[in-house]
């Protein structure tokens, strides 16, 4: 279901109109019009009233809001960073691109700091936005290392689950290639990501095309 078809579902079963639901967002009658008509995308404040409004939780209406900014091109360039991702059926995190090496989903943010010249590694900044916030379990086919910067993480590692940060964790985690992991921010803070192997080489291709 689409963004539209969501909003415009939700506002028939309470009975709005769309000047109602408008006066309710503190928006005009054709701001709703353009969303339910033209597929317009509002910002995530918009979003979160349009929630508020429409009984909907806030972070499934950002989701959707975020998977229909994300562009196939968006798309491709984020899974280039990652080649091979694999993700589990639980996997939501719909990442849209605010700058050529920053992403944003409504949990965390990720930034591609830097690419090895010879395309040996590569080093990203996740950064986990609210306490509890997940990255759900998802593979890949090269090892990756994880760093806590501050903030405090639990990384399951297979079976395996590693404390990252805080008084009494590990600095670090090494996931290996084609291992299920996942990461869940105890505490908000950054975790450093160093992707090794092919996907790097693969990345700089893609981004060599663009």
């Known amino acids: 279901m689409t963004f ?3 909003i415009k579902l939700h506002r028939e079963r309470l009975g709005l109109n769309k000047k109602q639901l408008a006066e309710k967002v503190g928006v005009t009658q054709p701001y709703i019009v353009q969303i339910e008509n033209d597929g317009k995308i509002p910002g995530d404040g ?14 499934e209406l950002l989701f959707s809001a975020y998977r229909a900014r994300a562009s196939d091109d968006t798309r491709h360039y984020f899974h ?15 990442f849209i691109e605010t700058r050529k090496d920053h992403f944003e989903s409504p949990d965390f943010s990720l930034q591609h700091l830097s690419t090895a010249s010879n395309g040996v590694y590569q080093v990203a900044i996740l950064t986990a936005k609210n306490d509890g916030a997940e990255f759900s379990g998802h593979t890949h086919g090269v090892p990756q290392i994880y760093i806590a ?13 590693v404390r990252l940060g805080g008084p009494d964790g590990e600095l670090c985690a090494v996931i290996p290639a084609r ?7 105890v505490q908000r803070g950054r975790c450093m990501t160093v992707t090794l192997g092919q996907v790097v080489r693969t990345a700089n291709k893609a981004l060599a095309r663009r």
């Open 46 to 59: 918009v979003v979160l009233r349009l929630a508020d409004a429409l009984g909907l939780d806030r972070r």
């Open 80 to 94: 280039s960073i990652f080649d091979d991702l694999e993700p589990t059926e639980e996997f939501a995190q719909p």
């Open 149 to 161: 910067i501050d903030g405090e993480y639990e990384a399951k590692i297979g079976d395996t689950v």
């Open 4 to 6: 539209a078809e969501i």
């Open 179 to 185: 291992t299920q992991h996942s990461l869940k921010a």
